[in-house]
């Protein structure tokens, strides 16, 4: 018998790592002659560079860099050294989290930290620079990491403009002579689960900057100053990417990225899959769990329990989903791979507590299913 145990972080609780060491120790409980494989997933949020590492045996490193705010932060980032690869996720210079409640400021939050990482990746020999877009506490498409890498930008009076999306309403030139050259010799490749568009009713600043602490006067201004910033992108640049899907992700981010970078979006599931070889892992297993902590229908949308059913249909092999909670619409993944889902809670609980009663939750479920499983795979 073969499992793979490939789910998600589970948010406030439990590392990727975490959550598939619970699901081993329960299926192990009931069947310890089982192959269990475990692959922590992540789909390029919060917890992508520790799920890569976890299994790619890559090096953690830090570097003190620029918040969102101007304060300074220790960043993380996941260097694989054999292949020149940096994984960075923007969240650990750039994120939401960085930033308390009553602070946040969409209008200059700032993505130079962000910035700063992929200088380093540059500094340590990176060939490959992966980018792992959720989580952001900006909305400044991009524009603070392209600062951090060279670009200039000016306004009218040819100085340079202050930090932030808001900013960017009196940008009047951009200058490309000091951005780092050693760009052109890195591919980049945007791993985020966002498809928006830069702009208008469905881009970065009508979805995502309320919960950045814009208002809704504000949003207008800063949509309206991210339009103005793609305006003398196209001056400068070779194509005008606002418009294409992912362009909006990260608050504007995958925009910079897709601009001045030539970065390829890919869905982040997809990008650690491979990363991680789920599907090599796959082939000839029995059984795939997968999980996150909240499945719903916005799972469709490039989540890792979506990623990983993708996989495991192509290779015939049946998934379930354990999680924290089943949302509004779960039962629609049932007709893209996944065949069974299941809630941690057993009976009535706060949610502080089954965070807190993660791990036990999970072993409990995944011993039920092995349970099942064991006694279904008996019959003749």
Avoid at 48 to 69: D, F, I, K, M, Y
Avoid at 198 to 205: D, E, I, V, Y
Avoid at 291 to 306: M, S
Wanted: with cysteine.
């Amino acid at each position: 018998m073969k499992i793979i145990i490939a789910p998600d972080s589970f948010k406030d609780s439990l590392s990727a790592e975490g959550v598939a060491n619970a699901i081993a120790e329960g299926l192990a409980s009931v069947w310890p002659d089982a192959e269990l494989i475990k692959c922590p997933m992540a789909d390029g949020g919060e917890g992508t560079v520790e799920s890569v590492l976890a299994a790619c045996q890559g090096e953690l490193r830090t570097n003190r860099v620029q918040g969102p705010l101007g304060d300074s932060v220790d960043a993380h980032w996941g260097w694989l050294a054999e292949s020149h690869t940096a994984i960075i996720e923007m969240a650990e210079a750039s994120g939401l989290q960085l930033v308390p409640p009553g602070q946040r400021d969409a209008c200059s939050s700032s993505t130079f930290g962000t910035g700063e990482l992929i200088r380093a990746a540059l500094d340590a020999g990176a060939q490959r620079i992966i980018l792992a877009i959720g989580g952001s506490a900006t909305n400044d498409g991009g524009a603070g990491a392209m600062l951090a890498l060279g670009v200039q930008l000016l306004d009218a009076e040819e100085a340079a403009l202050p930090l932030g999306g808001l900013a960017l309403a009196k940008l009047s030139r951009i200058s490309l002579e000091q951005l780092d050259q050693r760009l052109k010799e890195v591919r980049f490749e945007i791993a985020a689960d966002v498809n928006n568009p830069l702009c208008g009713p469905h881009g970065a600043s009508a979805i995502f900057g309320p919960q950045k602490g814009a208002n809704p006067q504000q949003v207008e201004q800063l949509d309206a100053a991210l339009g103005h910033f793609a305006d003398h992108c196209a001056k400068v640049l070779p194509n005008d990417v606002r418009d294409e899907p992912g362009s909006g992700a990260a608050g504007g981010l995958g925009f910079a990225a897709k601009a001045f970078l030539g970065a390829q979006f890919r869905a982040g599931v997809e990008v650690v899959a491979e990363l991680v070889g789920l599907e090599k892992a796959v082939r000839g297993a029995d059984l795939v769990i997968t999980g996150e902590g909240r499945f719903d229908a916005q799972t469709l949308r490039g989540k890792t329990p979506f990623g990983v059913a993708r996989i495991a249909k192509q290779h015939n092999v049946p998934v379930i989903v354990i999680a924290g909670t089943l949302g509004e619409g779960y039962e629609q993944m049932y007709a893209h791979g996944v065949d069974a889902a299941f809630a941690l809670p057993s009976g009535p609980m706060t949610l502080e507590q089954a965070c807190s009663e993660a791990p036990r939750l999970l072993r409990e479920r995944a011993s039920d299913i092995a349970r099942v499983w064991k006694l279904v795979a008996a019959r003749p």
